[in-house]
């Protein structure tokens, strides 16, 4: 089964650092500008308690928060069926 997992968010705020360090285990730590990236990752989803669990495959879409690439939310909300906001708790 596969779900597709939208990353939103203003740019700078760690979308990109979040996606890759959940897909890859790498961290990023330096800000390179993103219009919008696809990333892919199996996972295994079910109860703590349960033996029984099911593998899931993520498609990850990494989206632009730059507001000259608002035009293009629309179209990410759209296809969304799970999204990951991510934000600043240091920028009002």
Do not use: H
């Not at 285990?25 to 800000?31: H, K, S």
């Not at 199996?42 to 308690?49: L, M, R």
């Not at 099911?54 to 690439?69: F, R, W």
């Not at 608002?70 to 296809?79: G, N």
């Amino acid at each position: 089964m596969s779900y597709k997992v939208v990353v939103v968010g203003s740019g700078g705020v760690g979308k990109s650092a979040l996606s890759i360090r959940f897909v890859q285990g790498n961290f990023i730590d330096r800000y390179d500008p993103t219009i919008e990236a696809n990333y892919r990752k199996q996972v295994e989803a079910g109860t703590s308690s349960s033996s029984n669990k099911d593998s899931l495959m993520l498609d990850i879409l990494d989206t632009a928060g730059q507001d000259e690439y608002s035009v293009l939310r629309e179209q990410y909300m759209r296809m969304g069926e799970g999204f990951v906001l991510v934000y600043s708790i240091t920028s009002p």
